[in-house]
């Protein structure tokens, strides 16, 4: 059964670095999803990206975060300059399409620690 | 702005019990809510989708009822087992792309 695939599984970083979190959606899949879950807290929405554009965004997402899909697989979360509030569990998740009752299928996730 | 709230926030039940997990929503304007399960430090695991014009969805031992207009929806677990613990989190999706989460179930089964 096809899957959303996540890489790396969990990344160390300094403050103050750039991180990439990467991500390959399911194929034929049309958007694309980033959400957050910080230790013990709710999972909150960061991005949605459909046809090569960001089509919503939380109050989360500042100058500090970006979003690309380089390529005709890959989708990834660009983090600038880290804090450590932003250590988290990083998740991306894959919709068919624009129709809004598509089932969202979301990836294992990407553990990021900030120290 | 849509606020999703789970009850109860933890659960111990024995092994074969039947059990119930609540989720309420404050904005019934959604186009759909899904129940995901979550393993420690795992990924989210899709369980049920149920469409706004849908009252319930089963898949095997899980079955899962939407009120729409109430602002609930309920998981019922049939013959619960140890492997069914794990985190029960609730999901609902209104205008737009994103969905808005509950803080989740913790579900313990005990042997």
């Given at each position: 059964e096809p899957e959303v695939t996540q890489t790396p599984s969990h990344q160390v970083t300094q403050m103050g670095q750039e991180v990439i979190l990467r991500c390959v959606p399911i194929?034929?899949?049309?958007y694309f999803y980033w959400y957050r879950q910080i230790l013990g807290q709710k999972v909150e929405f960061l991005v949605s990206f459909y046809n090569n554009e960001i089509s919503e965004k939380s109050e989360i997402f500042d100058d500090q975060f970006s979003v690309e899909r380089p390529d005709g697989s890959n989708f990834t979360l660009k983090i600038r300059s880290t804090k450590l509030e932003d250590s988290a569990m990083y998740f991306c998740a894959s919709s068919p399409?624009?129709?809004?009752?598509y089932e969202q299928y979301f990836g294992p996730g990407t553990r990021l620690t900030v120290t | 702005k849509q606020e999703v709230t789970q009850i109860p926030a933890a659960l111990s039940v024995p092994e074969g019990e039947n059990l119930v997990l609540n989720c309420s929503f404050t904005d019934s304007a959604i186009y759909n809510l899904q129940w995901f399960r979550q393993d420690p430090g795992k990924g989210l695991t899709s369980l049920l989708l149920i469409q706004s014009s849908q009252r319930e969805q089963t898949s095997g031992r899980l079955n899962a009822s939407l009120d729409k207009s109430s602002g609930r929806s309920t998981l019922y677990i049939a013959a619960?087992?140890?492997?069914?613990s794990a985190t029960y989190l609730c999901a609902v999706r209104g205008y737009g792309n994103k969905l808005v989460f509950g803080a989740g179930t913790i579900l313990r089964v005990k042997s």
């Open positions: 194929s034929n899949h049309l399409g624009q129709v809004f009752s | 619960s087992q140890p492997g069914d």
